[in-house]
């Protein structure tokens, strides 16, 4: 119990100086700003495609303002619908039960950072949208009234013991931050400094750094303190869970990339083949970069030295590497 009371006392202090949440200042979009130097149009992988290249500079433009839409609206989405909610109740009562009162506190600390997160990035949103004059294609009711990781949070509930639901829960969304948070890192080498987007990603990493590092030390916690009938519970749900949240990328994002090719002019039937020459049609998860940070959060937790946890894995084919290689680590 030290070592999580320990990490989570280092973790308040740093929030108290350092979340941008109690910062006086904050990055907002100049006016004058050159809608042009918004985003690299790298970022947006069909851009590439000769079917997209010949619609013109205009065109190409307007997908790189929905992909820069679309990022800062899923972040509000999932870090508002999910992230800020769960946090919230395992830091009220709910926990108490597996997690000292510090660290409840600190949880409490990452719901509001992400509350601020989801009201920041819909202010970029109206900012940019003013700027350029480019409004956000999406349709109200595209994802449904839930997004992909509020779905698996569903799931969860469905599936687990109701005493092993918020453990899921906090398992699920704490790999999340962990491989979320490495994207993002990513997504900053491959941005140009000073733009907008990497001023909002600049920004953001510095919160989910923090938030990281105290969920790695908060699934150590639970997965050498639970009651072993618990965490068999909790260990032979969260593959599935995490199994459906990787799935549920491929045909949903495919899609919706479709949808806003046809929305700029584009003719169906070569919007699709746009969409079929870019993107893979199938999940592969010795590739995708989300399941290869969750792996390695998995690894580095010790999450993956638990017989069933590895078992489920096998199960929902999502293991990369075989058992003996992950005992030799």
Request: a negative charge; one cysteine or more; proline letters at 5%.
């Amino acid at each position: 119990m030290q070592d999580i009371e320990n990490v989570s006392v280092r973790y308040i202090k740093q929030w108290e100086t350092r979340a941008n949440v109690r910062q006086p200042d904050r990055y907002r979009v100049e006016p004058g700003v050159d809608p042009a130097a918004i985003a690299n149009a790298h970022l947006v992988p069909t851009l590439s495609h000769p079917l997209v290249q010949e619609m013109g500079e205009e065109t190409k433009r307007i997908l790189v303002m929905q992909f820069v839409y679309e990022y800062l609206k899923t972040v509000a989405d999932n870090e508002g619908q999910v992230i800020l909610s769960i946090c919230g109740e395992a830091g009220s009562s709910l926990a108490r039960d597996f997690l000292p009162p510090v660290t409840r506190r600190a949880l409490q600390t990452v719901s509001t950072d992400e509350g601020f997160h989801t009201y920041v990035a819909e202010e970029m949103i109206d900012d940019l949208v003013a700027v350029t004059g480019i409004d956000h294609i999406r349709p109200d009711d595209w994802f449904g009234s839930q997004t992909m990781i509020a779905e698996g949070v569903t799931l969860a509930r469905s599936r687990a013991l109701p005493e092993a639901r918020m453990i899921v829960h906090l398992a699920f969304i704490g790999l999340l931050e962990n491989s979320i948070t490495e994207e993002m890192i990513e997504l900053l080498r491959m941005t140009e400094r000073e733009s907008p987007f990497y001023e909002f990603n600049r920004e953001h990493v510095r919160d989910e750094a923090r938030h990281s590092w105290l969920f790695r030390a908060i699934l150590r916690h639970l997965w050498t303190t639970m009651d072993p009938d618990l965490r068999a519970s909790v260990s032979e749900n969260l593959p599935t869970v995490l199994a459906y949240y990787l799935r549920s990328f491929t045909t949903p994002f495919r899609d919706f990339e479709q949808y806003r090719l046809e929305q700029v002019g584009m003719e169906p039937e070569k919007a699709k083949l746009v969409i079929d020459e870019t993107f893979a049609r199938k999940f592969d998860p010795r590739t995708h970069p989300m399941w290869v940070n969750l792996w390695a959060c998995l690894r580095e937790t010790g999450l993956l030295e638990d017989p069933v946890l590895y078992r489920g894995l096998q199960r929902e084919r999502l293991a990369i590497e075989d058992k003996q290689a992950v005992l030799a680590a």
